[in-house]
């Protein structure tokens, strides 16, 4: 824990890590912003450059990055940190309690932070690759990029702590090269500085020869890593992230107004952008293979960011019980380092699919954005509740929610209008991940409704009777179960029915085990409470939705405790064994509930069960989602009755004695 709390403070190494680990996806945006605002009439790029475009576009991408970015993440939202973590799924855990339809803006964010994540790979690669194309007009850019796609996700499952390593110099070599490029042509022109004047934004979106929203669709890009910046708030603590910001938007600012500059030099032509992408016109021809080196690794870096962001945001969903269970591994000792090979695999696809299908980095400019202003949206409404939680005055908050709901409901229309071109492609993969989680957390809300809970100290004697049974055979000396119930004074009726009558099992100690999983990200505590003095006891963990549930480690762990304490003796009964002080055998048991077929759930219901039924052949069993040692399992499937035999109506008729022949 010491080590996540040096990485809070503010030091030159925090800065350092950073800029490698948070910047990747804004700081790569300079190389397709521009090129999109020109380009944006969807015209071949046919249309010439004027000064109205070029000084507009400086001012939007200026004022979209200061209100945006600066005020609303930086500013603003970088305050809701859960104990040092951000995040969607963090901020949906600390406003939770405020009201049950939160967890929809949670879901669909997280959803649309995760589509994102199969583009902006794809964008950023083919960006800086397709640089080359100066040197080499007929170079096979798709093969390449997927080459460098196909590598990265290979290596994500060696962990990479130590690529990290090397992250932040890199970042700061980049961010430092566009700003020195940027001002090379700022001094050669110094009048550009007037761009930043929000008239010149105003006057663009108002003028009747360009498309507002095609215009805002294509500035928005330059805005669209700030997600990444609240999201990653745990790993470098707010104050690193709000300083090494000022380097980067005073570069990234920097690099914008040089190729505003180098624009208004070919004021009323035409030019072909993708190929002289403006990024790299300002680069001297010496130092152009440089640029496209530095700026590939750079997208590569801003790719890795995304990723790890994905690994992170689908742990958090499983703890949360919004997405199925799935294998997450902890390849290094770092903290926070986690891979989940499903997802890496189904991201790798993904990006795979998206170069394929849009071959150009241009033609994925369309299918940018969409996803990422749907989490926008969702992050503001989260935040409005956060800021009501911290009592701050309601008409703070409701400016708040009206500016962003305004800026970035004006930015989501502009990005709609690229639906046609591609922006179908992320929202419907948002749709598919959405289905997933909406349908796991409804699943489970269904099942819990039929769970029947009854009081355990009504079985008190009947249990601590049949321990000392001898005609009963012994089952194991220790028997574990797992159990939802959320108060020890209940227990599920189908634990008592699987002690009692599914062959009765007799123990030494039966204990019951139940994992709260609460808004604090790291937070390890237990409770213990003894329903029997040692006979029946109960284990309750409160984990925290970032902490691995390795329930089998943990209850050793509790265990070793207690007989420590003298608090419970573990040793087997049998005289043999006992005489030896020989530990006695550990069984865990997990009930599954299987739905059996029933006709109390609406068409809906039924349809979220059937695909529940196909999430749960692919996803992991509770078992080995617990961590639990599979040799000491077992699993016991019940049915979730669902109908009970008062509502069935059949009757008796008496048998006719000449029915026999």
Same mark, same amino acid.
């Given at each position: 824990?010491?080590?996540?709390?040096?990485?809070?403070?503010?030091?030159?190494?925090?800065?350092?890590?950073?800029?490698?680990?948070?910047?990747?996806?804004?700081?790569?945006?300079?190389?397709?912003?521009?090129?999109?605002?020109?380009?944006?009439?969807?015209?071949?790029?046919?249309?010439?450059?004027?000064?109205?475009?070029?000084?507009?576009?400086?001012?939007?991408?200026?004022?979209?990055?200061?209100?945006?970015?600066?005020?609303?993440?930086?500013?603003?939202?970088? #305050?809701?940190?859960?104990?040092?973590?951000?995040?969607?799924?963090?901020?949906?855990?600390?406003?939770?309690?405020?009201?049950?339809?939160?967890?929809?803006?949670?879901?669909?964010?997280?959803?649309?932070?995760?589509?994102?994540?199969?583009?902006?790979?794809?964008?950023?690669?083919?960006?800086?690759?397709?640089?080359?194309?100066?040197?080499?007009?007929?170079?096979?850019?798709?093969?390449?990029?997927?080459?460098?796609?196909?590598?990265?996700?290979?290596?994500?499952?060696?962990?990479?702590?130590?690529?990290?390593?090397?992250?932040?110099?890199?970042?700061?070599?980049?961010?430092?090269?566009?700003?020195?490029?940027?001002?090379?042509?700022?001094?050669?022109?110094?009048?550009?500085?007037?761009?930043?004047?929000?008239?010149?934004?105003?006057?663009?979106?108002?003028?009747?020869?360009?498309?507002?929203?095609?215009?805002?669709?294509?500035?928005?890009?330059?805005?669209?890593?700030?997600?990444?910046?609240?999201?990653?708030?745990?790993?470098?603590?707010?104050?690193?992230?709000?300083?090494?910001?000022?380097?980067?938007?005073?570069?990234?600012?920097?690099?914008?107004?040089?190729?505003?500059?180098?624009?208004?030099?070919?004021?009323?032509?035409?030019?072909?952008?993708?190929?002289?992408?403006?990024?790299?016109?300002?680069?001297?021809?010496?130092?152009?293979?440089?640029?496209?080196?530095?700026?590939?690794?750079?997208?590569?870096?801003?790719?890795?960011?995304?990723?790890?962001?994905?690994?992170?945001?689908?742990?958090?969903?499983?703890?949360?019980?919004?997405?199925?269970?799935?294998?997450?591994?902890?390849?290094?000792?770092?903290?926070?380092?986690?891979?989940?090979?499903?997802?890496?695999?189904?991201?790798?696809?993904?990006?795979?699919?998206?170069?394929?299908?849009?071959?150009?980095?241009?033609?994925?400019?369309?299918?940018?954005?969409?996803?990422?202003?749907?989490?926008?949206?969702?992050?503001?409404?989260?935040?409005?509740?956060?800021?009501?939680?911290?009592?701050?005055?309601?008409?703070?908050?409701?400016?708040?929610?009206?500016?962003?709901?305004?800026?970035?409901?004006?930015?989501?229309?502009?990005?709609?209008?690229?639906?046609?071109?591609?922006?179908?492609?992320?929202?419907?993969?948002?749709?598919?991940?959405?289905?997933?989680?909406?349908?796991?957390?409804?699943?489970? #809300?269904?099942?819990?409704?039929?769970?029947?809970?009854?009081?355990?100290?009504?079985?008190?004697?009947?249990?601590?009777?049949?321990?000392?049974?001898?005609?009963?055979?012994?089952?194991?000396?220790?028997?574990?179960?797992?159990?939802?119930?959320?108060?020890?004074?209940?227990?599920?009726?189908?634990?008592?029915?699987?002690?009692?009558?599914?062959?009765?099992?007799?123990?030494?100690?039966?204990?019951?085990?139940?994992?709260?999983?609460?808004?604090?990200?790291?937070? #390890?505590?237990?409770?213990?409470?003894?329903?029997?003095?040692?006979?029946?006891?109960?284990?309750?963990?409160?984990?925290?939705?970032?902490?691995?549930?390795?329930?089998?480690?943990?209850? #050793?762990?509790?265990?070793?405790?207690?007989?420590?304490?003298?608090?419970?003796?573990?040793?087997?009964?049998?005289?043999?064994?006992?005489?030896?002080?020989?530990?006695?055998?550990?069984?865990?048991?997990?009930?599954?509930?299987?739905?059996?077929?029933?006709?109390?759930?609406?068409?809906?219901?039924?349809?979220?069960?059937?695909?529940?039924?196909?999430?749960?052949?692919?996803?992991?069993?509770?078992?080995?989602?617990?961590?639990?040692?599979?040799?000491?399992?077992?699993?016991?499937?019940?049915?979730?009755?669902?109908?009970?035999?008062?509502?069935?109506?059949?009757?008796?008729?008496?048998?006719?004695?000449?029915?026999?022949?």
């Amino acid at each position: 824990m010491s080590n996540h709390k040096d990485l809070q403070k503010l030091t030159a190494a925090g800065l350092l890590i950073s800029l490698g680990i948070i910047y990747g996806d804004i700081g790569t945006s300079p190389l397709y912003v521009f090129k999109a605002i020109i380009g944006s009439e969807h015209s071949s790029n046919s249309q010439p450059i004027t000064q109205a475009l070029v000084l507009g576009g400086v001012s939007l991408i200026f004022w979209t990055l200061t209100l945006q970015t600066t005020l609303k993440y930086v500013v603003i939202t970088l #305050r809701a940190d859960n104990k040092g973590e951000g995040g969607i799924f963090s901020l949906f855990s600390l406003v939770r309690r405020k009201a049950k339809w939160l967890i929809v803006p949670a879901v669909v964010g997280g959803c649309a932070l995760l589509a994102d994540g199969i583009i902006t790979p794809p964008i950023t690669i083919s960006s800086a690759i397709e640089g080359l194309q100066v040197y080499y007009p007929q170079l096979p850019t798709v093969q390449i990029v997927i080459a460098i796609i196909a590598g990265l996700f290979i290596i994500q499952q060696f962990g990479t702590s130590l690529v990290g390593k090397a992250f932040g110099p890199i970042m700061f070599i980049w961010f430092t090269m566009m700003g020195v490029l940027g001002l090379s042509y700022i001094i050669q022109s110094p009048g550009i500085l007037k761009a930043l004047n929000p008239y010149y934004a105003y006057q663009l979106l108002t003028s009747s020869t360009y498309d507002a929203f095609i215009i805002l669709g294509a500035v928005f890009l330059c805005t669209t890593g700030a997600e990444a910046l609240y999201s990653d708030l745990g790993h470098c603590g707010r104050d690193n992230i709000r300083i090494s910001w000022i380097y980067v938007k005073t570069c990234l600012v920097f690099n914008y107004l040089g190729q505003a500059v180098w624009l208004l030099q070919r004021e009323g032509k035409v030019i072909d952008l993708s190929v002289n992408n403006p990024f790299y016109k300002i680069m001297p021809d010496w130092f152009l293979i440089f640029g496209i080196g530095i700026a590939t690794i750079a997208a590569v870096i801003a790719s890795q960011a995304l990723i790890s962001g994905s690994f992170t945001l689908i742990a958090e969903a499983v703890r949360l019980n919004l997405w199925p269970k799935v294998r997450i591994n902890y390849p290094s000792e770092q903290k926070g380092q986690l891979y989940v090979p499903s997802v890496n695999w189904l991201l790798c696809a993904g990006c795979i699919g998206v170069v394929l299908l849009f071959q150009h980095s241009a033609k994925m400019e369309a299918a940018y954005g969409l996803s990422i202003t749907v989490a926008m949206l969702m992050t503001t409404i989260l935040v409005s509740k956060f800021l009501q939680r911290k009592k701050i005055p309601a008409y703070i908050i409701g400016t708040f929610l009206v500016l962003y709901l305004l800026i970035e409901g004006t930015f989501l229309m502009g990005n709609l209008v690229k639906f046609v071109h591609g922006g179908w492609f992320t929202l419907s993969i948002g749709l598919v991940l959405f289905i997933v989680m909406w349908t796991w957390h409804t699943a489970r #809300r269904i099942k819990n409704r039929y769970v029947k809970f009854i009081e355990i100290d009504d079985y008190f004697n009947i249990i601590k009777e049949m321990s000392e049974d001898e005609s009963v055979p012994k089952y194991a000396s220790q028997l574990v179960y797992l159990t939802s119930a959320n108060f020890n004074s209940e227990i599920e009726s189908k634990i008592i029915y699987s002690i009692l009558q599914k062959q009765p099992k007799r123990a030494d100690v039966y204990w019951l085990v139940h994992v709260d999983v609460v808004d604090e990200p790291y937070k #390890r505590e237990y409770e213990v409470d003894f329903l029997v003095p040692g006979k029946l006891i109960r284990i309750d963990f409160k984990l925290g939705f970032r902490v691995e549930q390795q329930i089998n480690l943990l209850f #050793r762990k509790v265990v070793e405790d207690l007989v420590k304490g003298g608090e419970i003796d573990i040793t087997s009964q049998y005289p043999s064994l006992n005489k030896h002080k020989i530990v006695g055998d550990f069984r865990f048991v997990v009930i599954e509930k299987v739905l059996s077929r029933s006709h109390n759930l609406s068409f809906f219901e039924r349809v979220i069960m059937f695909i529940y039924g196909e999430l749960k052949k692919v996803s992991l069993s509770e078992e080995r989602n617990f961590g639990l040692d599979l040799s000491f399992v077992t699993v016991e499937k019940v049915p979730l009755m669902l109908t009970s035999p008062d509502t069935v109506n059949i009757q008796r008729v008496t048998a006719s004695p000449h029915g026999r022949i």
